[in-house]
């Protein structure tokens, strides 16, 4: 059972703890047991949907209950991101049979594993980020759930772990809003950022797949990824001695492994006054591939490239999004190599991802010399025009021709 993890709440001193609105209780909500994964690439996905009345109604419902307004006691308007506790979290846990049966909300707080757990001691573990936010009328909206449920399965195929079943994922992204819909921000104000995590938490001394798997669900509201706002032009320097992955290697997978080692350049960047890291290919040590987590996007003209999925970058679902986005507004976008020679002579640099949404690149430094972009002060015009299309759609405030946006009924 998921209680089975859970371990008395402890005070965190690196965050911050809002305090709890008034809001009815949410009690633990079971799941039927799913069809065990068979596997990942072979599964079919069935899509949630719901009728256009019932979810208009219910829309209507959720932008006038008390429960999913905003906490008036919390200061949405000095987000940053880092941590806040929140109140609850999904979890679910399953053999490995894939059956993550008796999910539920559990208060959010410390879980509890042995010191033989897999993850602990061999790394079995990926994980996603999403986002919620508020619509202006107050509805809640999720974007492109199933995608990211996707690359979960993805994920955990390559991690040998049995998958979350794509409605078990999106019920756990569900409930994990609903039960924390306070601390959504109000429109404009932030996002609630949502965090699934898969590990293989059960105890195993030899080399090998756990015997039992966690899937958890936590969330936190956020501000900007960078310091200095969401759209100033952040500094990158491209890193010529480590590489973030190496063909045949895990660079594709959001498995947690991936981004503890790239702090190392990353810190000594950050002393240096760049936000962030630019990498090459670990081959030819010559075609850039991505920031240590965000894609990246190089426009000359009307043309827009961006490095092709080949297993060492992350299927970022923003850079979907923008590929598809930027394609509609008349874009040539190509997914080809990108060498740094190209990326020098670009008229303007963006890098996109789920934390950072769509950030200007103001410059770049390679080999000790500067690149700087328009005037590094403010965001190039087809950044601009790609970020205020994508977050339309994101928030509800722009029509939603592709289908991304997903809202969060109230049950």
């Known amino acids: 059972m998921a209680s089975s ?7 965190l001193g690196s965050t911050a703890r809002a305090a709890a609105p008034s809001r009815p209780s949410l ?8 069809s065990p994964f068979a596997a990942a ?10 009728s256009t009345s019932t979810r208009t109604r219910a829309l209507a419902e959720s932008a006038s209950s008390a429960a999913y307004a905003p906490n008036p006691d919390f200061d949405f308007d000095s987000l940053g991101f880092g941590l806040t506790e929140t109140d609850e979290m999904w979890v679910a846990e399953s053999g490995d049979d894939g059956a993550y049966a008796g999910g539920g909300m559990n208060a959010f707080g410390p879980i509890t594993v042995s010191p033989a757990a897999q993850v602990i001691n061999y790394g079995q573990s990926i994980f996603e ?4 936010q508020r619509s202006p009328d107050g509805n809640i909206l999720l974007f492109r759930p199933t995608e990211n449920a996707a690359r979960f399965a993805a994920g955990a195929a390559r991690m040998s772990m049995p998958a979350v079943p794509e409605e078990v994922f999106v019920r756990g992204v569900e409930e994990t809003v609903r039960a924390n819909a306070s601390y959504v921000p109000p429109h404009g104000k932030g996002t609630l950022y949502l965090r699934p995590l898969l590990m293989g938490t059960g105890p195993i001394l030899g080399l090998g797949p756990a015997p039992s798997y966690t899937f958890l669900v936590y969330c ?12 100033t032009p952040i500094k990158l320097v491209v890193e010529e001695h480590f590489h973030r992955a190496a063909p045949g290697g895990m660079g594709g997978t959001k498995a947690a492994g991936n981004y503890s080692p790239v702090l190392v350049t990353q810190l000594s960047a950050k002393k240096e006054g760049y936000a962030d890291v630019l990498y090459l290919d670990a081959v030819e040590n010559k075609y850039i591939e991505e920031v240590s987590s965000c894609n990246i996007f190089v426009r000359k ?8 999925l080949g297993g060492t970058i992350l299927p970022g679902i923003t850079r979907k999004s923008v590929i598809e986005l930027a394609r509609s507004k008349g874009y040539d976008v190509e997914e080809t190599p990108v060498s740094v020679t190209e990326l020098l002579d670009a008229d303007e640099v963006f890098t996109t991802g789920t934390a950072v949404v769509v950030c200007p690149v103001g410059s770049i430094t390679y080999k000790g010399k500067e690149v700087v972009y328009g005037d590094a002060s403010d965001p190039g015009p087809t950044t601009m025009e ?14 939603d021709t592709f289908g991304w946006v997903h809202p969060v009924l109230p049950n």
Do not use: H, N, W
């Open 386 to 399: 790609i970020y205020d299309a994508l977050t339309s759609i994101q928030a509800g405030t722009a029509e």
């Open 5 to 11: 993890l859970l371990g008395t709440k402890t005070s």
């Open 301 to 308: 003209g009307k043309s827009i490239k961006t490095p092709p």
């Open 220 to 231: 936190s509201p956020v501000g900007a990824y960078f310091k200095g706002g969401q759209l």
């Open 27 to 34: 009690a633990s909500t079971r799941l039927p047991t799913p």
């Open 129 to 132: 980020g999403m986002k919620a």
């Open 41 to 50: 690439a072979a599964r079919s996905r069935t899509p949630l949907q719901t």
